[in-house]
């Protein structure tokens, strides 16, 4: 199946620092989106892009559609205890229909 | 309230014996699916449906079957659990291909 790197895979922060994951395919996708799971509970969708280039924010969030529509990045400025949690990168790759393929994830912990 | 449920939570069960974990949603959703989440591994999308009556496969479908008879529901049956099928499982739903996926709360699977 469709693989996708996501990085790093843990991170341990400051709070009121900024934070930066990616995640890289090596296919062409057609849909990106960052989910974040906080412990005991399903993924929430944070961001979704739709467009080579496009750049969303969600708050203190922001994520980037890669213009060779094989990267995405999220970023999360000013970081809060409440941030702590795994966040998810997935997407649709052009060649497998409506298949949706998740990263590895980024585990997140915060420190006050 | 607008939610996805699974039943059970938990489950505890032996190699061989069949098992059934339904899904449900209660906002008239076009698209369900099932994804189990494995340590390091992410989610992976076990298989989707866009439609009653209309499932497809994902990236990991083997050992798994799904029926969309109804628009609401979306078992996930392991005719012949083993092993390496325990896992967490999530059941998720989303109006359309590309809109927000709801996910369940998770069954957590144990198969001896």
């Known amino acids: 199946g469709q693989q996708l790197n996501q990085s790093p895979q843990s991170m341990f922060i400051q709070e009121g620092e900024d934070v930066s994951m990616n995640c890289t395919s090596s296919?062409?996708?057609?849909?990106w989106l960052w989910y974040k799971q906080d412990p005991g509970e399903g993924p929430v969708l944070l961001i979704a892009l739709y467009k080579a280039g496009e750049l969303t924010s969600n708050g203190r969030l922001t994520a980037q559609f890669g213009i060779t529509r094989k990267d995405s990045f999220l970023n999360i400025s000013a970081s809060i205890p409440s941030d702590v949690g795994i966040y998810f990168c997935?997407?649709?790759?052009?060649?497998?229909?409506?298949?949706?393929?998740f990263g590895g994830g980024t585990r997140l912990m915060v420190k006050p | 309230e607008a939610q996805v449920t699974q039943n059970p939570r938990y489950l505890i069960t032996v190699t061989g014996k069949k098992l059934t974990v339904t899904c449900s949603q209660n906002m008239n959703h076009e698209y369900m699916s099932w994804y189990r989440q494995d340590p390091g591994l992410g989610l992976r999308q076990i298989y989707y449906s866009m439609n009653v009556e209309v499932t497809d496969k994902g990236d990991v479908p083997e050992g798994y079957k799904v029926s969309r008879k109804e628009k609401r529901n979306f078992p996930l049956i392991l005719e012949s659990p083993s092993p390496n099928q325990t896992s967490l499982y999530f059941c998720?739903?989303?109006?359309?291909?590309?809109?927000?996926?709801?996910f369940g709360p998770g069954t957590r699977l144990l198969v001896l």
């Open positions: 997935a997407g649709r790759a052009e060649n497998a229909g409506n298949m949706l393929t």
């Open positions: 998720a739903s989303s109006l359309s291909l590309g809109e927000t996926q709801y």
């Open positions: 296919s062409i996708f057609n849909t």
